[in-house]
């Protein structure tokens, strides 16, 4: 790509985040309270859930943008494929997460959980909805990303896997995002010393606007004033992801969905909380940029008007 077109391209990736989550927010917080979109947190106070919506409408509409641009310009078909498989996917997997928010039935927790309550009452939780869709959605999107049974199999399980890493992980405020930036940086790292700096820079184009969102989004997440949801995790963790199959060999793609599938396992039998409370850095990480439990308070007082 020329060096002009790609530096239009990163330009439009950060300013336009820059313009649009400020209204966004705005009018996502009106809307999400209409819809009466209020959860309890983990300590038990009322927050607006689901703000992963307005950081998806930011994503999605710079997306647009961007391929709208390179197709203008006749420029990369491949690239332009990759973003619209990955603002379908992003978008997709939002869709299922906004549709488990929006679900009463949240006494299920975890795949045994649902698989049980779908053995013992014939019935389909929305976490269950949420986990056909999401692994439908990956399956699809993989028939388009890989060339070889092997290739695919490794993109379809971290496709798949990836939001719901995420979502483990989303059980206090700002550590879903703080996640997805390590996961993001660690695929950049390993794209620039194994493909080079271009391919990454291409490959980045799109999850830029991405990154940037969630930047600007951390501070609501992180101090208590509203929750990014299943909405805001599987599209993060969807990120994440199709960040290291567009991104990385094969060999690290397979190392992450090895890595991927030990948390998943482990999180069935042990607290991902608990575990980070145990581990002085893990602990000072996780709570970096958190609010205390009074500025929590005085934050859901002050600027969402929920108690």
Known sequence: METKIIMLMMLVAVVFPLVLVRPLYKIGIQKLKALGMSRFNYDGEPVLTAGGLILVCSSAITGIVLIGLLSLRGMNSELVLHGLLFLTGLTTMAFWGWRDDRASDREAKGFRGHFTVLW????????????????????????????????????????????????LFDLRPGRAIKVFWCLTTLAGA?????????????????????????????????????????????????????????????????????????????????SFSRVIEQVAWLRRLDQWGRATEAENKKNQTGSSGLV
């Open 190 to 270: 390993f794209g620039l010393w194994t493909v080079g700096a271009s391919a990454v820079m291409a490959n980045w184009i799109f999850l830029i606007p991405v990154f940037i969102t969630s930047m600007l989004m951390f501070p609501h997440d992180v101090g208590g004033k509203i929750m990014l949801g299943d909405t805001g995790s599987n599209a993060l963790g969807f990120a994440a992801g199709f960040s290291f199959v567009i991104g990385t060999p094969i060999y690290v793609q397979a190392s992450m969905l090895v890595l991927f599938l030990c948390l998943q396992i482990a999180a069935e039998f042990c």
């Open 120 to 167: 013992r009452d014939r019935r389909m939780t929305s976490g269950m909805w949420k986990l056909i869709g999401g692994t439908s959605t990956a399956f699809c999107l993989t028939l388009f990303l890989s060339n070889t049974l092997w290739a695919g199999f490794v993109a379809f399980g971290l496709l798949a896997l990836s939001p719901n890493i995420i979502n």
